[in-house]
């Protein structure tokens, strides 16, 4: 498959998801929003992939593209292509089927267990990830479930944490990090992590290895299944 990926600032990118898409064969091609580069038709991919960013998603007088990405997203959701969003991403997503994104009751950062609603246990999508599971979470805002649209996961500090509608995928949370896509956002956005009770300190963040290799366990699982079942 072709997959494109919009990068909205030079910290966040693919992480592991990138070994995993050279792994599988696919083409990956992307868009650094940040440096003005222009967005590509539509006819030359099939999966749009939407990664995190430290922005709002409201402050277009401040970021001159998102008025045009919101746009771009909005075709390839309606065109029928794959659309997977990651924090941001998935606020952006959210923003264009019709949802609202505003603050969350607690800003959530750090390493917390992410659930699966009875809809996600049900979807053949997210029911090839456990009921409960260890993710890593990095926002202030959340995303209503657009219209139409299936909750797929909650948390303590935020009840709404992926969403599925048609071939559009948002996720709050992180599966694609590892250590050093971590170590880069805590060096550009650790003033975010203020004290609270969702918000961890950089040595929790910094976990033993293992737990970003279960990350990318399930991640790879997830990614297989969108592939599986939206695919075609």
Known sequence: ???????????????NME?????????LSKTRLFSGERLPPPSSFDW??????PMNIYEEERYAW????????????????????????AQLISDVLGGLVTKNRYKEIGWFPVRLTEEGQASPIFSGLPDRFPALHWHGDTFSIPPGASRM???????????????????????????ESMKRLIDHCAEEMVSGPYVQM??????A??????LRVLMESLLDRIERELGH
């Not at 749009?48 to 960013?53: A, D, F, K, P, R």
């Not at 998102?66 to 990651?86: N, P, S």
């Not at 950089?202 to 976990?207: G, I, N, S, T």
């Not at 290895?209 to 279960?214: A, P, Q, V, W």
């Open 66 to 89: 998102l008025a045009e990405e919101k746009e771009f997203i909005k075709k390839a959701v309606y065109g029928g292509k794959i659309v997977l969003g990651i924090c941001l991403g």
């Open 153 to 179: 996961a909650e948390s303590d500090a935020c009840p709404n944490q992926a969403f599925i509608l048609g071939k559009a995928i948002g996720l709050q949370f992180h599966l694609e990090s590892n250590p």
């Open 202 to 207: 950089p040595e929790d963040l910094a976990a």
């Open 209 to 214: 290895r293992e737990s970003y290799d279960g």
């Open 1 to 15: 498959m072709r997959i494109h990926y919009l990068q909205h600032v030079p910290f966040e990118d693919l992480a």
């Open 48 to 53: 749009l992939i939407i990664m995190g960013g």
């Open 19 to 27: 070994s995993w898409a050279s792994s599988r064969g696919h083409a």
